[in-house]
């Protein structure tokens, strides 16, 4: 690979873990508690304990790939190189819609937030204010963008230790009670709540996977990669357990709240005053901004892993600013496709989202098992665990989430895979060139 296109090594596994966590967006557990709580009948924990068990063998699926492709493409790599170049083609076209869909999220939400503190501004000047600001931060270079979004990151730990400290004095000093082990899970009837709980809530681990697109960009990624999705996606499964401990704790029953989609503001209020509202209301803040920057870095890099294998047009998409060492043209571009949000809602946009991650999680599993038979190796009893049985688990987990999407997630979803086979077609020939493959081992340097 010619060393001037070349995205060069600067992060670490802190930066990482920092990206990870700033994109899974750690303050999406207060969000969704309520409605969590409603559908679970009061087994909110549960469900992350069911949701984190499955989605466990995924993260260990993308372990497992990207310590042979350690490229900027992620699944979109490992289905080019494993399965078929046109198939890898349009898992990354499709993956994609999940990268662009929370920029736009995220944009929404800083709106609904700021605007609802300061209903004169229009709506439109909090998004393209937020997109601006975490386009200029990326194009800056990969290392300030991690920076930031460790500094944002730790903020929104120490504000949730914060929530868990107060809310934890206020079942002590109230009639509430801690819930037990004996019925921390429903029983009968409403254990099959717990499932649907647990595919509504699997959107909260969507974003450990995101940092395998920095494989190139990360110091020995054959370590830190697989090491840092383990360490993301567990601190999602303690930290969204041990929050929503708590609040089923405190509060067993949502339907005393006012608003059960927007329960949280309300139990920020309840257990810390005006003062802690305010406070949790910036937390939320940051935690969008946090997102935000890490998603467009993430699709950012799919695109220049496209673009450098020239599936997309190479002089843009696979340009590098020569100083800065940043796919800018593939920020810019994000950024004005993220403007979108503004004639969007948030079920159309979480439709998306729902659409790339399902397809980027499915075809992660289906890549480990097509290894399994493979490989050369003896069909031993740890190999089948790992390459055969564990991705088998984790590829039913993700069927179900499959069928768990709302007819909109089902007709974007096709109308973008037809997008994407018209310009397939269109673009090799109607598929009679394929594009090239990236020598890895060059890469591990």
């Given at each position: 690979?010619?060393?001037?296109?070349?995205?060069?090594?600067?992060?670490?596994?802190?930066h990482?873990?920092a990206?990870?966590?700033?994109?899974?967006?750690?303050?999406?557990?207060?969000?969704?508690?309520?409605?969590a709580?409603?559908?679970?009948?009061?087994?909110?924990?549960?469900?992350y304990?069911?949701?984190f068990t499955?989605?466990?063998?995924?993260?260990?699926?993308?372990?497992?790939?990207?310590?042979?492709?350690?490229?900027?493409?992620?699944?979109?790599?490992?289905?080019?190189?494993?399965?078929?170049?046109?198939?890898?083609?349009?898992?990354?076209?499709?993956?994609?819609?999940?990268?662009?869909?929370?920029?736009?999220?995220?944009?929404?939400?800083?709106?609904?937030?700021?605007?609802?503190?300061?209903?004169?501004?229009?709506?439109?000047?909090?998004?393209?204010?937020?997109?601006?600001?975490?386009?200029?931060?990326?194009?800056?270079?990969?290392?300030?963008?991690?920076?930031?979004?460790?500094?944002?990151?730790?903020?929104?730990?120490?504000?949730?230790?914060?929530?868990?400290?107060?809310?934890?004095?206020?079942?002590?000093?109230?009639?509430?009670?801690?819930?037990?082990?004996?019925?921390?899970?429903?029983?009968?009837?409403?254990?099959?709540?717990?499932?649907?709980?647990?595919a509504?809530?699997?959107l909260?681990?969507?974003?450990?996977?995101?940092?395998?697109?920095?494989?190139?960009?990360?110091?020995?990624?054959?370590?830190?990669?697989p090491?840092?999705?383990?360490?993301?996606?567990?601190?999602?499964?303690?930290?969204?357990?041990?929050?929503?401990?708590?609040?089923?704790?405190l509060?067993?029953?949502?339907?005393?709240?006012?608003?059960?989609?927007?329960?949280?503001?309300?139990?920020?209020?309840?257990?810390?005053?005006?003062?802690?509202?305010?406070?949790?209301?910036?937390?939320?803040?940051?935690?969008?901004?946090?997102?935000?920057?890490?998603?467009?870095?993430?699709?950012?890099?799919l695109?220049?892993?496209?673009g450098?294998?020239k599936?997309?047009?190479?002089?843009?998409?696979?340009?590098?600013?020569?100083?800065?060492?940043?796919?800018?043209?593939n920020?810019?571009?994000?950024?004005?496709?993220?403007?979108?949000?503004?004639?969007?809602?948030?079920?159309?946009?979480?439709?998306?989202?729902?659409?790339?991650?399902?397809?980027?999680?499915?075809?992660?599993?289906?890549?480990?098992?097509?290894?399994?038979?493979?490989?050369?190796?003896?069909w031993?009893?740890?190999?089948?665990?790992?390459?055969?049985?564990?991705?088998?688990?984790?590829?039913?987990?993700?069927?179900?989430?499959?069928?768990?999407?709302?007819?909109i997630?089902?007709?974007?979803?096709?109308?973008?895979?037809?997008?994407?086979?018209?310009?397939?077609?269109?673009?090799?020939?109607?598929?009679?060139k394929?594009?090239?493959?990236?020598?890895?081992?060059?890469?591990?340097?």
């Open positions: 690979m010619n060393e001037t296109n070349r995205l060069k090594r600067r992060l670490n596994l802190f990482i873990i990206i990870g966590i700033a994109y899974m967006s750690p303050f999406a557990v207060f969000d969704t508690f309520g409605i709580s409603d559908i679970s009948s009061g087994h909110v924990p549960a469900a304990i069911v949701v499955a989605i466990l063998f995924t993260a260990l699926s993308y372990g497992k790939l990207v310590k042979r492709y350690p490229a900027a493409g992620s699944v979109y790599s490992y289905t080019k190189n494993l399965l078929h170049p046109y198939v890898g083609i349009m898992v990354g076209w499709v993956s994609f819609i999940d990268y662009l869909a929370l920029p736009m999220i995220n944009a929404l939400l800083a709106n609904i937030y700021l605007s609802a503190a300061l209903p004169g501004v229009p709506g439109w000047v909090w998004i393209v204010g937020l997109i601006i600001i975490i386009s200029i931060l990326n194009i800056f270079g990969v290392k300030l963008a991690a920076s930031v979004n460790m500094i944002l990151v730790v903020f929104q730990v120490l504000i949730g230790i914060i929530f868990i400290f107060l809310t934890y004095h206020s079942i002590t000093q109230g009639p509430e009670h801690f819930v037990t082990l004996k019925n921390l899970f429903p029983s009968g009837k409403e254990f099959s709540s717990l499932f649907t709980a647990a509504l809530l699997a909260a681990f969507i974003g450990f996977d995101a940092i395998t697109t920095l494989s190139e960009e990360t110091i020995q990624p054959k370590k830190t990669i090491r840092g999705i383990i360490l993301v996606a567990s601190f999602g499964g303690i930290f969204f357990f041990t929050v929503t401990y708590f609040m089923q704790s509060f067993p029953d949502v339907s005393t709240f006012k608003d059960i989609e927007g329960a949280s503001p309300e139990i920020a209020y309840m257990i810390g005053g005006n003062l802690f509202l305010s406070i949790f209301t910036a937390g939320a803040l940051f935690s969008v901004f946090a997102s935000g920057l890490a998603a467009q870095m993430s699709a950012s890099r695109l220049y892993a496209m450098r294998d599936v997309l047009p190479q002089r843009f998409f696979g340009y590098l600013h020569p100083r800065f060492n940043s796919p800018v043209y920020i810019l571009l994000i950024g004005v496709l993220a403007l979108i949000a503004i004639f969007l809602d948030l079920e159309t946009a979480t439709s998306l989202i729902n659409v790339g991650a399902f397809t980027a999680f499915s075809f992660v599993n289906i890549c480990v098992i097509v290894l399994f038979f493979k490989s050369k190796e003896q031993t009893l740890g190999f089948t665990l790992g390459y055969l049985i564990a991705p088998l688990i984790g590829l039913g987990f993700i069927l179900y989430l499959w069928s768990s999407l709302n007819i997630a089902i007709t974007l979803g096709i109308s973008w895979i037809i997008i994407g086979i018209i310009y397939l077609a269109i673009s090799t020939g109607f598929f009679k394929e594009p090239p493959k990236i020598d890895f081992q060059e890469q591990e340097m």
